[in-house]
């Protein structure tokens, strides 16, 4: 193969020979230079097109992450409301199986001091309730007419304990009539700690000690301190094993710690009847007898009523 070149200097031509072997090598380095280029030119746009993509990430990313925190805050407050609207559930049921508590230990009450009869007044049976199937499909109850219903039903457990007590504290007066706590719970023992201000034996804080302690021997006699109705006998928190007493005119008297109570609810006690043996269950470094005397539920000091038997 000869190429021919022509110049304007001096007119003259020139031709130039390409043997076989350089025509090859000659599209061979076009092919290749060919390459470089689209190659070059891939690399270009695809380190634009990386680009295009890092700017959208930067710009979109935080975005994102935003939304994703918002709604995840979103799912935390829907979960600490559906929790507090069960605590608040599970605080009202509370409320309502104690004042039911209540309510069945009155209604015991009651019940043996004025001998009723016990299908009159049985409480260790639901009463019998129904109707006829309803015609119409009816919706679940909401959380929010739940509480209401609840509330409701409380007030009404709440007017039904009150009207009870009232009827509790009338016929104790009419049986037991002018009763005043006076005397020791103890023959055989020794006043540990008074009424009043004291250093908590247990935290060692200060504290208002609302009875009097009354040290002695595990399993000594505990005497009611005057006639009356049990109105609690058994385990109280921080009291342990606890004996209450119902003297009418307003006065209580309490008697904690003990080893075991020797009484029951609804029981009728005299003045001296023992009715526990002293220990040391609940809050208690040594076994005695916690002593408190209440006027119309409100705590005074025991020794006020010691001083006489």
Partial sequence: ?????????????????????????CFLSGIIFVGLIFQAGSDHNMSKTHGSFKNLYDQTAPMWSKEIEIQQQTLNELKEN???????????????????????ALGSRLSNIMDFDEIVFDISENPGIGGREPSDLLGSMGVKDFVIAIEK???????????LAAM????????IQNQIPSGVPTENGWVSSSYGKRLDP??????????????GRSGSAINSVASGLVTWSGFRYGYGNMVEVNHGNGYQ?????????????????????V?????????TT?????????KNGIPVNPLKYTSSK
């Fill in 253 to 273: 008297t309490r008697y904690a710690h003990h080893e075991k109570n020797l009484v029951v609810v609804g029981q009728k006690v005299e003045k001296g009847q």
């Fill in 168 to 175: 509790e504290s009338m016929l104790i007066d009419r049986t």
């Fill in 275 to 283: 009715i526990a043996l002293m220990g040391e269950t609940g809050r």
């Fill in 1 to 25: 193969m000869q190429l021919f070149l022509i110049t304007k200097f001096r007119n003259r031509s020139r031709s130039i020979s390409f043997g076989p072997l350089t025509l090859c090598v």
């Fill in 202 to 215: 247990i935290t060692g804080k200060l504290e208002f000690h609302h009875g009097v302690d009354f040290a």
């Fill in 286 to 294: 040594g076994p005695h007898v916690h002593f408190e005397v209440l």
């Fill in 82 to 104: 559906a929790e507090s609207s069960l605590d608040a559930l599970a605080i009202k049921l509370s409320n309502l199986q104690a004042r039911i508590m209540r309510l069945d």
């Fill in 153 to 163: 039903l409380e007030n009404r457990i709440q007017d039904r304990a009150e009207k």
